[in-house]
């Protein structure tokens, strides 16, 4: 069985650039998270789907960042514009309906 | 507020010793509690939950202890292999694991051959 992907692995751009990322979940996995991960932390919940709805935004800084998951399968999480303080890394995991989540390898944002 | 709590960043454990990795939390909506490991440049890896409904939870060479009065959880690996020496993470959920993960901030496991 495929795991969580996500793309690009590692990106670099400079402050006030926009930035994109892509998670495509486990087949079947009806839940999606994303979270980000600054150095020496844990992961923190950005947002989090059932299916196309967006059930959990709570944590996500909606002057800049905006996601979607278009027919509850893939995901993107976009960020207009950076900041330095975005640089982290990013991940997307999924979980059939609650529980065990799995995780993608994650997307290292460095913005300069 | 850190509701999730793990107070040792780093720990080394001789080869085929035990190792016991330690977790606090502060919440008491939380329910469901779970470890993951991660390595290098890789996301985090599921390794073993409990929900408390239970004290104790074994999977192989893994064993989660919860203490619910005590608000305290244990990873005990046993025996420790290099194989182990990695980053693990704690986390928890309320609505037994139908919430989002709450995670600590992990314990660096160094195993020494």
């Known amino acids: 069985e495929a795991g969580v992907v996500q793309s690009p692995r590692y990106k670099i751009i400079e402050k006030k650039q926009p930035v994109a990322f892509w998670c495509n979940p486990i087949s079947g996995h009806n839940t999606l998270y994303w979270y980000r991960q600054n150095l020496g932390q844990g992961p923190e919940l950005l947002i989090r789907?059932?299916?196309?709805?967006?059930?959990?935004d709570s944590q996500l800084p909606k002057d800049r960042f905006s996601a979607e998951r278009l027919k509850g399968v893939d995901s993107t999480l976009k960020i207009q514009p950076a900041e330095l303080g975005d640089s982290a890394v990013y991940l997307c995991?999924?979980?059939?309906?609650?529980?065990?989540?799995?995780f993608g390898p994650g997307t290292r944002l460095t913005v300069l | 507020d850190q509701q999730v709590k793990q107070n040792s960043p780093s720990l080394s454990v001789q080869e085929g010793r035990i190792s016991i990795l330690n977790c606090d939390y502060t919440?008491?909506?939380?329910?469901?509690f779970l470890w993951y490991k991660k390595y290098p440049a890789e996301g985090p890896t599921f390794l073993i939950s409990?929900?408390?409904?239970?004290d104790k939870n074994e999977d192989g060479r893994f064993t989660v202890f919860l203490n619910k009065s005590a608000k305290h959880l244990s990873l005990h690996i046993v025996p420790s292999q290099p194989g182990d020496s990695a980053v693990y993470f704690c986390?928890?959920?309320?609505?037994?694991?139908?919430?989002?993960?709450?995670f600590g901030t992990g314990t660096r496991l160094t195993i020494i051959p």
């Open positions: 409990i929900s408390s409904i239970k």
């Open positions: 919440n008491s909506m939380f329910d469901y």
């Open positions: 986390a928890a959920s309320a609505n037994f694991g139908n919430e989002k993960l709450t």
């Open positions: 789907y059932e299916n196309e709805e967006a059930v959990d």
């Open positions: 995991a999924s979980s059939p309906r609650g529980g065990e989540q799995f």
